[in-house]
Structures are given as structure tokens and as C-alpha cells.
């Protein structure tokens, strides 16, 4: 007569598939977490230069500084300026910590050459800081 329960081998067959299911949904889904904050990044990046055209716009074409642009944006609240740049602050550390956090590059010229220095400057120009 046969007892009843599990083999080792069918335990065994059991937990490979258990791996093989976890090696395979793992990593798709680091990779999903990673897609999410691209999207994001772009959302926001679309926001900003939305913005920025509604106050050119409102203001006879007078450029935003950023203190202005951002009370008029609707942004989440990682978003932050440090250096010329937005970007989002996934860490809270107030800080670029690498240039995928980056949004916009935020100009001081017409030209594009010349990065804002603080939240006071004038914005003349944005233009796409992803990588």
C-alpha cells in the first residue's frame, strides 16, 4: 500500500518551477519600475514646457523664473531644481544623484547655452534633460 504525500522528486520538480516562475518575474518586473519612472519623467518634462508656454502666453511673453513656473505647475512632489536643472528627487536627498533622475535643462538665454544659476533667473529656454 502506498502512503499518502509528496515524493522528494515531486517536491523537487515543484520548487525548480517555483524558481524558474521568480528568475523570470523578477527582473520584468524591476524593469517595469524603471519604465514607470521614465514615463513619469517624460509626463513632467511635458508639463513644464506646457507651463512655460502658458506663462509666456499670460505674461506678453515675459519669461518665468523657476520660483514662478513651478507655483504654476502641476508636478509631483519629487520635483526639484538644483543647477540649472529639474528633475525628480526619487531619494529626497535634494540632490542630482544621477543624470536618469534629470527633466529639463532650464536656459538663461535664448540661445541655449547658458544654464539657470537659482530659482530667481529668468527661464528663456527648457529642453529635454532625459537620458
Known amino acids: 500500500m502506498r ?16 524558481g524558474v516562475l521568480a ?3 523578477v527582473p520584468r ?5 524603471a519604465q514607470a519612472r521614465q514615463a513619469q519623467r517624460e509626463a513632467t518634462l511635458s ?6 508656454a502658458i506663462y509666456l502666453a499670460r505674461n ?3 519669461p518665468p523664473n523657476w520660483t514662478q513656473l513651478s507655483t504654476n505647475l502641476d508636478a509631483p512632489t519629487q520635483l526639484k531644481f538644483n543647477g540649472g536643472s529639474a528633475y525628480m528627487d526619487y531619494d ?3 540632490a542630482v544623484a544621477t543624470t536618469g533622475e534629470r527633466v529639463a535643462l532650464l536656459y538663461s538665454d535664448d540661445t541655449c547655452t547658458t ?6 533667473t529668468a527661464i ?7 537620458n
Open 3 to 18: 502512503a499518502n504525500g509528496f515524493t522528494l522528486i515531486e517536491l523537487a520538480i515543484v520548487i525548480v518551477i517555483i
Open 23 to 25: 528568475a523570470v518575474a
Open 29 to 33: 518586473y524591476i524593469d517595469m519600475t
Open 47 to 52: 508639463s513644464i514646457r506646457s507651463a512655460y
Open 60 to 62: 506678453g511673453g515675459n
Open 92 to 94: 529626497n536627498n535634494n
Open 115 to 120: 544654464l539657470v544659476t537659482n530659482a530667481t
Open 124 to 130: 528663456r529656454c527648457v529642453r529635454n534633460g532625459i
